[in-house]
């Protein structure tokens, strides 16, 4: 595959220092129809963690829900994070307390900031969003511009009006394009690709499936790490390397459970008291990332690139199983 959803070697940038604190909403409004953008600060006015273009947090709601929002914000502004929430009636829950509940004062529990999407210096980018897929790429645009690098950025919705913070790109004039479907149909994709070149450019990719899936059927043959993508939802994946039940051993902890069948490494660890985060439950959010200090990891999730699941020094706990029949984790 010549696609890649990180950088080899950025295994610290993923898992930042966190906040794992309270943060106050200072200011929610709204971004397009069916987007908001929450504004979170410390109560005491603290300086929070610093970030990089293409970070995410957690946010621990107050209905007891954990959710990962792309921060979208000011980078530079050390008091505050931004986040932009799509309205998702058929999803989780997440988004509907944040719409219709969550208002300007409470206290919401924040983790992170962690990094699966990091920015690399580039003379040359194409950024193209989908929908809600707009957020982490609006740090690196700003990133891009602060660097005098070229850019282009597609960005395709279902409306115009659907199309959250597209007031703040219209500064960019034509880099910024805007392509609603309901104006122009489907994103030109080969066109601004063949432009950017297979080996001039990097090209960052948020949104729904059917759009990564596309951009990665025509990058197939590019040099690998020259697209970069990050999903919202996991990828469709093939059956487990194996259905049996495997042991795995806590180093740290210096106790083995064993995982059964159809059960998942990170409910096996927390039945034996081993508190661990997680957040996503399926392989996106990076949340659950544990260190691999012996056995072969079945890989599950949608964050690892080739290079890094042949590694096998790492895995997310809450979908990942095991090849081998034993895993030693350090926890």
């Not at 971004?31 to 005491?44: C, F, K």
């Not at 902890?253 to 927390?270: E, I, M």
């Not at 260190?291 to 999730?301: A, F, M």
Request: charge should be negative.
């Amino acid at each position: 595959m010549a696609y890649s959803t990180a950088i080899p070697g950025a295994r610290a940038d993923r898992t930042s220092t966190a906040a794992d604190c309270a943060l106050r909403l200072t200011a929610k409004t709204p971004a397009s129809d069916g987007v908001v953008a929450l504004t979170l600060e410390h109560p005491d006015g603290k300086r929070l963690p610093d970030w990089a273009p293409g970070a995410h947090i957690d946010l621990m709601l107050p209905s007891g829900i954990t959710r990962q929002y792309s921060l979208c914000g000011d980078r530079w502004n050390p008091n505050s994070y931004r986040v932009g929430v799509l309205r998702e009636s058929a999803g989780r829950g997440g988004s509907v307390f944040v719409h219709d509940v969550l208002e300007v004062g409470d206290l919401v529990g924040v983790g992170g900031p962690r990094n699966n999407f990091p920015m690399v210096p580039a003379p040359k980018y194409l950024f193209i969003a989908g929908g809600i897929g707009i957020t982490p790429l609006l740090p690196m645009i700003a990133q891009a511009e602060k660097l005098h690098a070229e850019w282009k950025l597609l960005y395709g919705g279902r409306t115009r009006a659907s199309m959250a913070f597209a007031d703040e790109l219209a500064v960019y004039g034509d880099r910024a394009v805007l392509a609603p479907f309901d104006e122009v149909g489907k994103l030109d994709l080969p066109s601004y690709l063949h432009a950017a070149g297979e080996k001039e450019a990097k090209v960052y990719v948020c949104g729904p499936g059917g759009l990564l899936a596309a951009v990665e059927r025509y990058c197939t043959s590019w040099p690998v790490g020259n697209l970069r993508t990050e999903r919202f939802v996991p990828k469709e994946q093939s059956g487990p390397a194996r259905t049996d039940p495997f042991d795995v051993e806590l180093a740290r902890s210096q106790v083995t459970v064993t995982v059964p069948a159809h059960g998942t490494v990170l409910d096996a660890v927390r039945e034996v008291g081993v508190n661990i985060l997680s957040s996503c439950r399926q392989g996106t959010c990076g949340t659950c990332e544990t260190t691999v200090l012996s056995g072969k990891p079945d890989h599950r999730d949608s964050i690892l690139d080739d290079d890094e699941r042949a590694a096998a020094d790492c895995m997310f706990i809450c979908v990942s199983r095991s090849c081998s029949d034993r895993l030693v984790l350090d926890l």
